[in-house]
């Protein structure tokens, strides 16, 4: 479709250019300008009709919205922001650099510069700043009928009408009615007789993205209405942007997990000395915590120097338990974030982790003294070996118990000290449990193993 295009462009066919894009998805419009050269796209863009034409540059990735509107006229600027939606408004404005911000202002009304002066003044990932003002609203002496023919007239202002709140002259949120109620019930019924007014969902404008996302989930919504103190409504958010809210958490918090400080731009558009920035924090951090490790090692060196075959297994054992509390930190942080679990929760939680511990601990351990006695007699070359795969299998089974446990246990305490429990999974939970693993194994050998 891009080279056909192209050589509608190279070829000046505009009429069949413009009939070829109109068949188009605003989706796949969007990707089409990303993929051509900038002077291309922007004639791609031109040569849209208006409606489609904002609704693609939408989706545009904040890089091409920039190329674009730097070379728009003051008119079409005009005409840009006179058709955006609210909220798309505001993440513009809010991505786009000093002078374009300044040209997008100088073409927006007063009263619309005053509701951007408003939105940007809310904390960033709050509710207030996901918001949009175009909504479907109607009043409660209005029959079916009324309301039908003003849905008519507004409706293709807002950003959604399959929910319509249902408000007073100050604008206080009084219940939702649906279109599909709307629709059904007869003209000359009232609003006030079958709008629902008991139990409704809202979010403050001052509630943390995290909620808004959780309350999606739980009540299945497409659309949530946002108050304020008094209970008036200012706006709603939709599930399209809940959606990126969604993608933009669980990005932060597989990064978190991997030890990075998280990405506030993507991975290319990151300098080489910016992304060595966000990882080195923790990498230092973690690389000071293993000295724990060499410390436990270097204590039993002794040890390890009469019987060397001993050091060969400390890389299994720290495998397995820096496997196993992954596992166990990974499940608990994801449950956690769902709501599916709280800290209410914790004795179940650890009594639940320690059964499955032991089974899994039980069933590894027993494989390992098999493995290493039947398997591994020659290596061993000693007449010890039972007492080496006894050590070493025993050590295996407290080392996997003792690691889910604590990749339980952490995550929670993190959230109990108000810190994200992404931070307590992967490479810290490793740390850990390497050092439990080295001090019950060199525990076991001196206790069993004596030399």
Excluded: C
């Excluded at 989706?59 to 955006?84: C, N, P, V, W």
């Excluded at 939606?85 to 300044?102: R, W």
């Excluded at 100050?170 to 003209?187: A, D, F, N, R, Y």
């Amino acid at each position: 479709m891009k080279n056909k295009l192209l050589e509608l462009i190279k070829e000046k066919k505009f009429n069949y250019l413009k009939e070829e894009l109109i068949k188009l998805n605003p989706v796949t419009i969007s990707e089409i300008i990303s993929e051509v050269p900038t002077r291309e796209g922007i004639l791609i863009y031109r040569l849209l009709p208006k409606e489609l034409a904002v609704k693609s540059f939408s989706y545009l990735e904040s890089e091409e919205q920039l190329a674009m509107i730097t070379s728009f006229s003051k008119g079409e600027t005009t005409e840009l922001i006179d058709e955006l939606f609210f909220d798309d408004l505001i993440d513009l404005i809010e991505e786009m650099p000093a002078n374009i911000v300044t040209k997008i202002l100088q073409v927006s009304s007063l009263e619309d510069r005053k509701k951007i002066n408003q939105f940007l003044s809310y904390p960033e990932e709050s509710a207030g700043s996901l918001m949009t003002t175009e909504y479907l609203s109607l009043k409660e002496n209005m029959s079916i009928s009324e309301a039908l023919k003003h849905i008519r007239s507004i409706g293709k202002n807002s950003e959604s009408i399959y929910t319509a709140y249902i408000t007073d002259k100050h604008k206080k949120l009084l219940g939702v009615l649906s279109l599909k109620t709307i629709i059904l019930s007869e003209l000359d019924q009232k609003i006030s007789d079958i709008y629902i007014s008991d139990d409704i969902v809202t979010v403050n404008t001052m509630d943390d993205q995290e909620i808004i996302a959780d309350k999606f989930k739980k009540y299945d919504l497409i659309s949530i209405p946002v108050v304020d103190l008094e209970g008036s409504l200012t706006g709603i958010i939709t599930i399209d942007d809940i959606v990126e809210v969604i993608e933009d958490e669980n990005t932060e918090d597989m990064q978190k997990m991997a030890a990075i400080t998280p990405l506030t731009d993507k991975y290319m558009d990151v300098g080489s000395f910016q992304m060595a920035k966000k990882r080195i924090p923790w990498l230092l951090i973690l690389m000071i915590s293993a000295s724990f490790t060499s410390g436990v090692i270097g204590k039993y060196e002794h040890t390890l120097a009469l019987l060397p075959i001993l050091n060969g297994f400390i890389p299994l054992l720290m495998d397995t338990a820096g496997n196993s509390g992954a596992q166990t930190s990974t499940l608990v942080i994801r449950e956690l974030s769902l709501g599916n679990i709280s800290l209410g929760d914790w004795l179940k939680i650890m009594i639940k982790e320690f059964k499955v511990s032991f089974i899994v601990a039980l069933i590894l351990s027993i494989a390992n003294f098999l493995r290493l006695y039947y398997l591994e007699i020659t290596l061993f070359g000693r007449a010890n070996k039972l007492e080496i795969a006894f050590v070493v299998s025993a050590t295996l089974f407290f080392t996997v118990v003792l690691a889910k446990l604590v990749g339980a246990i952490l995550p929670l305490g993190a959230q109990k000290l108000k810190f994200d429990p992404a931070l307590m999974a992967g490479p810290l939970i490793t740390t850990i449990v390497d050092v439990l693993a080295l001090i019950v194994y060199f525990h076991l050998i001196t206790t069993f193993m004596p030399v």
